[in-house]
Nanobody, 125 residues
Framework: QVQLVESGGGSVQSGGSLRLSCDAS???????MAWFRQAPGKERERVAT???????RYADFVKARFTISKGNDKKTLYLQMNNLKPEDSGMYYC????????????????????WGPGTQVTVSS
């Protein structure tokens, strides 16, 4: 299990940028990592994932605007958010899980066991 703490949220105007950080209690390079978000009254949705093999995936609504990355310190996950829109507002959560062995290879299942408390992002028009 890894403890996660997000930071970097805040209030920005539409078109602005924020960089979220997720500090982990252990090394994350071999873990499956992700950013999720949840707006009031809405279900939590996956924003971006970074797998144990370094591959990255993005939700269609953030493609070309957000970038997920693992820091060189091997303990931090980032989410660079550019050209923010009001609909990007919400609580952003970092999540982690260990890959599972499937037919001899370690793979991410996109089910996450460890979560941070979240950081609030508010984008005004």
């Amino acid at each position: 299990q890894v403890q996660l703490v997000e930071s970097g949220g805040g209030s920005v105007q539409s078109g602005g940028s924020l960089r979220l950080s997720c500090d982990a209690s252990g090394y994350i390079y071999t873990l499956c990592m992700a950013w999720f978000r949840q707006a009031p009254g809405k279900e939590r949705e996956r924003v971006a994932t970074c797998d144990n093999d370094g591959s990255k995936r993005y939700a269609d609504f953030v493609k070309a605007r957000f970038t997920i990355s693992k820091g060189n310190d091997k303990k931090t996950l980032y989410l660079q958010m550019n050209n923010l829109k009001p609909e990007d507002s919400g609580m952003y959560y970092c999540a982690a899980a260990r890959p599972v062995r499937i037919e001899g290879a370690l793979e991410c299942t996109y089910e996450y066991s460890d979560w941070g408390p979240g950081t609030q992002v508010t984008v005004s028009s």
